[in-house]
């Protein structure tokens, strides 16, 4: 007999005796959303442009995104900073750029082989020494000599590789200890006519040009980088034998990832390079298609010869050029910039490095509809006084809003080993992804804070300007001999640009998004479609009511563990209404169901004042018991007195 879900079988108009199963799913249960992701829009050196690009930590970022830069509105660089206050944040980073980004390229040739020479140094170049290549010449200035002669070799290599230069991107550049190795980028004869010279008395040339070029040469592969970026840089393609005989295994790799390898790839002329592109883009038996590049196969008529690993280039970020505007981007399918976060569920965000004011109200708008709260640090260098002008001027007073004084910190960049100043967005975006929302970022350690441009000019704030900081809706993050609960660098206030001084905590904001982004999700969604009556023990309100109920009694309870220090997440009591004195007749049927929710969040202490009373004449009343509630309340009295 036939087995259904409850509802789907009209029982009363049953007409073959029999079993039938009705089965009765259990009412889901209303859970929390994740408050730890947080958002970031900027520019990096791979990755999609204008999509979601999930982060858990600094490695993921370097192979997601690209390693910091030492650039405006890098990414990698706020991803490297807010971890180091915690390890427990998470993020979705959106990838802009200019519109000049281009993919790394190469172009693999058969019928011949490559044309090569060498330049050997035995020592540190001079400054205004010169290397020639293909008609280029490169010159050795200060800025690229190097403390030793390693570093500046790895230096130039770097150049070369990244160079937009035609004549450079003629040639492909290796180097194997002080031996710089210059191949064509393509085979055949050709290559045989790439110039080499040199003014240094340190460098030694194989040769005044290429040589070993041989054969018509052709073009059996284009790789391009998946996305655009320098990233695709350092992306290599090899040819070597495969497992079976006669057949080829391609190997492509790229900077942190395991390589991928397209084994037992066969075919004769021509044929074995589109079977080569349609592994690469369509996998094979042995590997997925390629999450690193595309291929097209060209048109050579002979086989690969096997070589060292070449490496695409060409590939550019398009950074140089990005705006306040296109980090705002667009609202419009496709959407771009900012609100590519609609719908992500981030709990704060960033647009790194935005000093447009005028841009504020928009970011304040869009954090109300998404229930998430805009981070934004002003100029550097900023003065109190106009920080709180800026505040007053963008015309933002809204829970959903953190502004910070451009009082800039200072961290330690372990990939490009240096410390250096980032905007303090990125400290208070790293501070709110390691809380639980109920809790307020004041007096929170921030770890991975060396100094701030205060602390490094020796200055310290006056109570008077903490006072103008405390009330005028700003924040800003103070060193280690002013914060109040240790020697450790912490926000001021954990105020948000609300004038409400009943919302203006930073623990309000996220306590109420948090609540509110869970009492939307799917389980709260089930409800809708359901039926209700107008019985006073009608199911599907007790149902709705328990729903909300027993998240209500977790978040409470200190023995479930949601909370922290034997405290829950919300106060008690909460209360829950969802009967016929808030869903009469008449609004049910007009399909309303409504349920009443109030919570009371816990307070956060911002004045522990201590009164004390000493002296030779005092009278100390000592009990050995604890007092009652009775002398517990007259104590406080006293006390008040």
């Not at 970026?229 to 040819?239: E, K, Q, R, W």
């Not at 080993?417 to 109920?438: D, E, K, T």
């Not at 106060?571 to 349920?595: E, K, M, R, S």
């Amino acid at each position: 007999m036939p087995v259904f879900l409850d509802g789907q079988q009209n029982l009363a108009a049953l007409t073959v005796p029999g079993v039938y199963g009705d089965i009765i799913l259990p009412t889901p249960l209303l859970l929390g959303l994740p408050t730890n992701i947080e958002g970031l829009v900027g520019v990096g050196s791979w990755g999609p442009l204008n999509a979601l690009i999930p982060v858990s930590k600094p490695v993921d970022c370097a192979v997601q995104i690209g390693p910091p830069k030492i650039r405006s509105k890098d990414i990698a660089s706020y991803v490297a900073a807010a971890c180091q206050v915690g390890g427990a944040i998470g993020f979705l980073c959106v990838r802009v750029s200019d519109g000049t980004d281009v993919a790394a390229t190469a172009t693999i040739g058969t019928g011949g082989t490559y044309a090569t020479g060498t330049a050997t140094f035995s020592g540190n170049p001079a400054v205004n020494d010169t290397l020639t290549i293909n008609g280029t010449v490169i010159t050795f200035t200060s800025a690229l000599i190097a403390a030793t002669v390693q570093q500046t070799l790895a230096d130039l290599l770097f150049v070369l590789q990244n160079s937009n230069d035609t004549n450079l991107k003629g040639c492909t550049y290796s180097l194997n200890g002080l031996v710089l190795t210059i191949n064509a980028a393509s085979p055949g004869t050709a290559g045989n006519s790439i110039a080499l010279a040199k003014s240094s008395a340190v460098i030694t040339l194989s040769g005044a040009t290429l040589t070993g070029g041989s054969g018509a040469g052709g073009t059996g592969l284009t790789l391009t980088g998946k996305y655009t970026g320098t990233l695709g840089n350092s992306i290599t393609f090899d040819v070597v034998n495969g497992s079976q005989a006669n057949t080829y295994m391609l190997i492509i790799s790229f900077p942190g990832l395991v390589p991928e390898q397209f084994n037992n790839i066969g075919g004769a002329g021509n044929t074995f390079w589109v079977n080569a592109a349609a592994a690469i883009n369509n996998g094979n038996a042995f590997h997925a298609p390629s999450q690193i590049v595309v291929a097209s196969a060209g048109s050579a008529t002979t086989g690969p010869t096997l070589a060292t690993p070449q490496a695409l280039s060409g590939g550019t970020d398009g950074d140089t050029g990005v705006t306040d505007a296109m980090l705002m981007g667009q609202d419009i399918v496709p959407r771009k910039g900012m609100y590519v976060l609609r719908s992500a569920n981030v709990d704060c965000f960033t647009l790194c490095d935005m000093t447009t004011i005028a841009n504020y109200a928009a970011c304040v708008s869009f954090g109300l509809s998404e229930t998430c709260i805009p981070v934004f640090g002003t100029v550097s260098g900023d003065t109190i006084a106009n920080c709180l002008a800026t505040r007053i001027s963008a015309g933002i007073d809204s829970p959903w809003m953190w502004l910070i004084l451009g009082d800039y910190p200072t961290f330690f960049d372990s990939f490009n080993g240096v410390s250096r100043l980032i905007n303090p967005s990125a400290f208070g975006i790293g501070i709110m992804g390691n809380l639980s929302p109920q809790n307020s970022p004041l007096n929170k350690p921030l770890q991975g804070i060396s100094s701030t441009q205060r602390t490094t000019a020796g200055q310290t704030y006056s109570e008077t300007e903490l006072s103008l900081i405390n009330t005028g809706g700003i924040d800003t993050i103070l060193g280690p001999q002013s914060s109040p609960g240790g020697y450790y660098y912490s926000f001021a206030t954990g105020r948000n640009v609300s004038s409400n001084t009943a919302a203006n905590g930073l623990e309000y904001t996220r306590m109420t998004n948090f609540l509110i982004r869970t009492s939307q999700s799917k389980a709260a969604g089930s409800f809708v479609g359901r039926l209700q009556s107008i019985q006073p023990n009608d199911q599907t309100r007790a149902q709705a009511k328990a729903l909300f109920d027993g998240l209500s009694a977790q978040l409470a309870s200190p023995q479930v563990g949601l909370g922290i220090n034997g405290q829950g997440m919300i106060d008690i009591p909460w209360l829950v209404t969802c009967d016929l004195t808030n869903n009469p007749p008449n609004l049910q049927a007009l399909g309303y169901l409504f349920l009443y929710w109030q919570v009371r969040y816990l307070n956060v202490i911002r004045y522990f004042v201590v009164k004390f009373m000493g002296g030779g004449n005092v009278t100390v009343n000592v009990q050995s018991q604890p007092p009652n509630a009775t002398q517990f309340t007259g104590a406080l009295n006293t006390l008040a007195a």
